[in-house]
C-alpha cells in the first residue's frame, strides 16, 4: 500500500478560534465574498488568476514562468434530499454565520485531502465529487467543494532564484454545521439543529451512523476506498499505520504548513531532523532485518464493538486506534530462524547509536530521541490536563446534582477536587515547549549539545516524566473514585428520572382536578346566571331544581387538600429513597386523583348539560318575552283601552308565547290603535278649530292695547318735547335777541337759530324712551340738525349785509352777549360754542376794514 499518498484531515471551523466559515470558503473557492454581517470583504481573487514568476539560474540567466491558477475546480455539491434548491455561495454562508448565535459556535468541518499519484485532472474531479456527495447524502448538508494544484514557491541560494514545486494536489471540502431542507419554492432553510458532528453519541447510533471517533475513521477511510477503486494495484492507498498493516516500519511526525515550506526553501527543523532519523533507522532495520518490538508502545485496537441501537447495528470504539510512539522505549528483536544474533531485545537507539560512525549522526540521532521522548511526554501531559478539565467540568455541577439526589459523598467529592488541583500540567507543559526550542539550539549549534547538557536536558525530561508520574498516581487515585460517584449518580437518576417524570404525571392531573374545580366554581356562577335568567323571563322559579343542579358544583375541598398534600410528601422523597412503599403510595395517590377526577368530571358534566338547556330556553323565549314587553311599552294606553286584550297579554305563560300569538296581539292593538287615532283626530280638529278662534281674538286685543301704548308714549313725548320748547322759547324770550339794535330779519335769524341750537341739544341729551318714542326722536334729530344748518346760514347771510362799519361791529358785540347767555343756560351747546368764535373773527375783520376806511379819510399835505 501507497502510505504516502494517503492525507485526510478533519477539523471544526468554530468562532471560538475566531474563524469564519466565509473567509475559509472565499479562501478555498478564490473569489471575493462579503461578511454580510460585518461588512467585511473577503478576497481571495487572486488564487484564481494566473501569475508570473521570475527566475535565475546558475549563469544568471533570468527567465520568465506563468503559473497557472490556483483553485482549478469549484462547485456547490447538494444531498439528494435537496438536490432541486437553488444555492448561492456567499448568501449561503451569511445565512451559516446568523443562525449560529453561541460565542463558540461551530459554524462547518473542512477536510481536506491529498489526490493520490497516479490520477489525471478528470480522474481527480471524479473522485472527490463522489467522496463530497456521499458525505452530503449521509449528513444531509452542502458541501463546498474546491481543488487547489501545487502551490508553487522560489528559493534564493547562490544568487540563483529556483522554482520550488510538491506535486501536491489537494482539495478543501467545507460541510455546513446545519442540515439544508428544501423549501416547496426551490428555496432552502436550514435545521434548527446542528448536523452529525454535535450529535450525541446516542443520537448518531439512532441514525445509523458511528460514535464520534468511529465516524472520523469513516470520513478517512471512504477516501482510501473510492480513490482504490481508481488506482492500479501498485499505487492503492490505505488509512492504516504501519503496524495496522503489519510493515515492519517506524513512522514518522506530520510536518505542518509552515515546516513544509521551510523545508522546501532549504531550512530543516527539529521535527525534519527526527524523520530523517526515522529514515536511518528504517533502513538500518531493513538491512539487518531485525523486527519492532513497541514494548507496548503504538497500542493497536482492531476489535470493532458491534453495537445495536432501536434495531440497527453499528460499529462503535471508544479508544484511539493507536498511541504515540516513544523511540527510547522501543527495541527490536531477531527473528528466530537467525539464531547467531547475539542481541536480543536490545534498545533500537542503543544499537543503532553503537553502529554510528560519526559524532555527527550520533548527535542527531540523540536529538531525535529527545524529541521522541518530549512528544510522548507532551502527550501524556495533554491526556492528563484534558482529564484534569474534564473533571472539573463534571464537579462543577455533579456535587449538587448528588445533593439534589440525597447522597452525601462530601468527603470523596473533597478528595477528588484536591486531587485534581494537585495534578501538575501547565508549568510542565511549558517547560516542554523550552525544552523543545533548547533541542532546536543544540541541532542549529552542536558545541552546545555538550555530554553535559544532555545529562542536565534529560534530567529535566526525568523530572517532568516523575511529574506526570506523580499525576497519574493521583489520578488512578481520583479517577475510580470519580467513576463511582458517577456510576452512583447514574444509577440514582435511572431511578429518579422515572421518579420525577411519575411526579410530573401527577402535578398534571392534579393541575387537571383543579382545573375541573376552577370549572365547577365557574359554571356554578353561569347556573345561577342562567336561572336567574329563566326567572326574569318568569319561566321557572323552582328553587328544588336550582337547589339539585347547584349543588353539582361542589367539591370536597379536604380530599383535594389531602391529595396535594401526598403529592407534596413524595416530592420530597430523594433517590435512594424510593422503594415498593413509595411506589405503593404513588399508586393510591394516582388512583384517587383519578376517582375524583372522574366524579368531578361526572357532576361538571351534568350540570354543564343543565346550563346548555337553560340557556338554549332562555335565547328561544326570552326575545319573545322582550317582545311582549316592549309591546306593553310601547302602546299601554291603547292595549288599556280594551280589557280582554290586556288581560290576555299580561296573563299568558312566557312558555306558550310564540310568533303567531304575538303578531296576532300586535296586529289587534293596530287595529284598536287606528280607532283610537280617528277619534283623536276628529277631537283634536275641534280643539284646534277653537284654539285658533281664541289665539285670533288674543291677539286682535293685544294689538289694539300695543297700538294704545303706542299713541300714549307718542302724546307724553310730544308733551315732553312741547314743554321742552316752552322752556327753551321761554330763556330766549328772557335773553331777549329783539333788545339788539339791528335789523329785525337778523335778530330773528339770531332768536331762531339760538331756539334751535338748544333744541337739538336738549334732544341729543334725552333718555330713558322707548321704542316708539326712540323711533320718533332720531328723525326729530336728523330734521333739526337740518333746520340747524339752514338757521346758521340764515343768520350768517343777515349778517353779511350788514355794512363793515361802527354799526356792524356794535351788533356783533350785542349778539355774542346774547349768545354768550344762551352758553350760561346750556354749556353743551356746541352749534353756540362753535359760533361765538366765528363772531369775534367777523368783527376782528370788521373793525380792521374800519381802521383801513379812516385811515384814508384827510387829505395829505
Do not use: C
Amino acid at each position: 500500500m501507497n502510505r504516502q499518498g494517503y492525507h485526510v484531515s478533519v477539523s471544526p471551523v468554530s468562532k471560538g478560534k475566531d474563524d469564519s466559515v466565509i473567509a475559509k470558503s472565499a479562501y478555498n473557492s478564490g473569489s471575493k465574498l462579503v461578511d454580510k454581517k460585518t461588512n467585511k470583504t473577503h478576497d481571495y481573487g487572486s488564487k484564481s488568476a494566473e501569475k508570473t514568476i521570475k527566475l535565475i539560474d546558475k549563469d544568471g540567466n533570468e527567465t520568465e514562468k506563468n503559473i497557472k491558477k490556483n483553485v482549478s475546480y469549484s462547485t456547490l455539491i447538494l444531498p439528494k434530499k435537496a438536490s432541486a434548491v437553488e444555492v448561492e455561495r456567499e448568501q449561503f454562508w451569511n445565512d451559516i454565520e446568523l443562525i449560529e448565535k453561541s460565542k463558540k459556535a461551530q459554524l462547518g468541518v473542512e477536510i481536506d485531502v491529498m489526490f493520490p499519484i497516479g490520477l489525471d485532472k478528470n480522474q481527480r474531479i471524479k473522485l472527490v465529487k463522489k467522496y463530497s456527495q456521499t458525505l452530503a447524502d449521509r449528513y444531509n448538508v452542502l458541501v463546498d467543494l474546491n481543488i487547489h494544484k501545487p502551490h508553487t514557491h522560489t528559493q534564493k541560494k547562490d544568487g540563483q532564484i529556483l522554482e520550488i514545486t510538491k506535486d501536491n494536489h489537494h482539495a478543501h471540502i467545507l460541510l455546513s454545521s446545519r442540515e439544508i431542507l428544501a423549501n416547496d419554492d426551490n428555496g432552502y432553510s436550514l435545521s434548527k439543529r446542528k448536523n452529525w458532528s454535535l450529535w450525541a453519541t446516542s443520537e448518531r447510533l439512532s441514525k445509523g451512523l458511528n460514535g464520534r471517533g468511529d465516524e472520523l475513521a469513516y470520513q478517512r477511510s471512504l477516501w482510501a476506498n473510492l480513490a482504490n477503486e481508481m488506482l492500479p494495484e501498485n499505487l492503492k492507498i490505505t488509512d492504516k499505520s504501519y503496524r495496522e498493516q503489519g510493515v515492519n516500519q517506524l513512522p514518522k511526525m506530520k510536518l505542518g504548513k509552515s515546516l513544509y515550506k521551510d523545508i522546501l526553501k532549504g531550512k530543516k527543523s527539529v521535527i525534519n531532523e527526527y524523520n530523517e532519523t526515522i529514515d536511518d533507522l528504517n533502513n538500518y532495520i531493513k538491512e539487518n532485518d531485525l523486527e519492532i518490538d513497541y514494548n507496548d508502545q503504538g497500542r493497536i485496537d482492531d476489535v470493532v464493538n458491534i453495537q445495536e441501537f432501536k434495531g440497527v447495528k453499528v460499529g462503535y470504539k471508544k479508544r484511539k486506534p493507536f498511541a504515540s510512539i516513544d523511540l527510547n522505549k522501543i527495541a527490536f528483536k531477531v527473528p528466530v530462524n537467525e539464531l547467531q544474533k547475539e542481541q536480543d531485545d536490545a534498545n533500537i537507539l542503543d544499537s543503532f547509536m553503537s553502529l554510528a560512525n560519526d559524532i555527527e549522526t550520533k548527535k542527531k540521532t540523540e536529538r531525535s530521541a529527545l524529541l521522541s521522548r518530549i512528544n510522548t511526554l507532551q502527550d501524556t501531559l495533554s491526556e492528563q490536563s484534558k482529564k484534569v478539565i474534564t473533571l472539573n467540568k463534571i464537579y462543577q455541577t455533579l456535587p449538587q446534582k448528588l445533593a439534589d439526589l440525597g447522597v452525601d459523598r462530601e468527603d470523596d467529592i473533597k478528595i477528588i477536587k484536591s486531587g485534581a488541583s494537585s495534578i501538575k500540567t501547565f508549568d510542565e507543559n511549558e517547560a516542554i515547549k523550552q525544552s523543545v526550542k533548547l533541542l532546536d539550539q543544540f541541532r542549529q549549534d552542536e558545541t552546545k549539545q555538550t555530554t553535559q547538557s544532555v545529562l542536565e536536558f534529560k534530567q529535566h525530561l526525568d523530572f517532568i516524566e516523575k511529574q506526570t508520574q506523580n499525576n497519574k498516581l493521583l489520578l488512578n487515585k481520583i479517577v475510580p473514585l470519580n467513576n463511582e460517584l458517577v456510576a452512583n449518580f447514574k444509577e440514582l437518576e435511572t431511578l429518579n428520572k422515572p421518579y420525577q417524570k411519575l411526579l410530573v404525571k401527577v402535578a398534571k392531573e392534579l393541575d387537571k382536578v383543579n382545573n375541573l374545580v376552577i370549572e365547577k366554581e365557574m359554571n356554578e356562577d353561569k347556573w345561577i346566571d342562567a336561572f336567574n335568567n329563566l326567572v326574569d323571563i318568569k319561566v321557572t322559579d323552582n328553587m328544588q331544581t336550582f337547589e339539585k343542579f347547584k349543588a353539582l358544583a361542589d367539591y370536597d375541598v379536604d380530599a383535594l387538600k389531602e391529595l396535594e398534600r401526598t403529592h407534596d410528601q413524595l416530592k420530597q422523597i430523594k433517590a435512594h429513597q424510593i422503594d415498593d412503599k413509595v411506589q405503593q403510595q404513588f399508586d393510591n395517590l394516582v388512583q384517587s386523583i383519578s376517582d375524583y377526577k372522574d366524579k368531578t368530571d361526572t357532576d361538571l358534566k351534568a350540570l354543564k348539560l343543565q346550563i346548555n338547556t337553560s340557556n338554549k330556553t332562555y335565547q328561544r323565549l326570552e326575545p319573545l318575552y322582550t317582545q311582549r314587553l316592549e309591546l306593553l311599552d310601547q302602546s299601554a294606553a291603547v292595549i288599556e283601552q280594551d280589557d280582554d286584550l290586556y288581560d290576555e297579554i299580561t296573563t299568558t305563560k312566557t312558555t306558550q308565547l310564540n310568533a303567531d300569538r304575538l303578531n296576532e296581539w300586535r296586529e289587534r292593538t293596530h287595529q284598536l290603535h287606528t280607532q283610537l287615532i280617528r277619534y283623536s283626530e276628529q277631537v283634536e280638529r275641534e280643539q284646534e278649530a277653537k284654539r285658533q278662534a281664541e289665539a285670533a281674538a288674543e291677539k286682535l286685543a293685544a294689538q289694539r292695547r300695543q297700538d294704545q301704548e303706542k299713541e300714549q308714549e307718542i302724546k307724553a313725548y310730544k308733551d315732553r318735547i312741547n314743554d321742552f320748547f316752552n322752556r327753551v322759547d321761554k330763556v330766549i324770550i328772557e335773553i331777549d335777541f329783539k333788545g339788539i339794535d339791528a335789523p329785525d330779519l337778523l335778530t330773528d335769524s339770531a332768536k331762531k337759530l339760538a331756539i334751535t341750537a338748544m333744541m337739538q341739544d336738549g334732544y341729543k341729551r334725552a333718555d330713558k324712551l322707548t321704542d316708539a318714542q326712540q323711533a320718533l326722536h332720531d328723525d326729530l334729530i336728523n330734521n333739526t340738525s337740518k333746520t340747524l344748518e339752514n338757521d346758521v346760514k340764515a343768520f350768517n347771510d343777515h349778517l353779511d349785509k350788514l355794512p363793515n362799519n361802527k354799526q356792524k361791529i356794535e351788533v356783533i358785540e350785542q349778539l355774542n352777549v346774547k349768545f354768550n347767555e344762551v352758553l350760561e343756560k346750556q354749556s353743551s351747546n356746541e352749534t353756540i360754542t362753535a359760533l361765538v368764535p366765528q363772531l369775534e373773527q367777523i368783527q376782528n375783520t370788521a373793525q380792521q376794514a374800519l381802521d383801513r376806511a379812516n385811515s384814508y379819510s384827510s387829505p395829505r399835505p
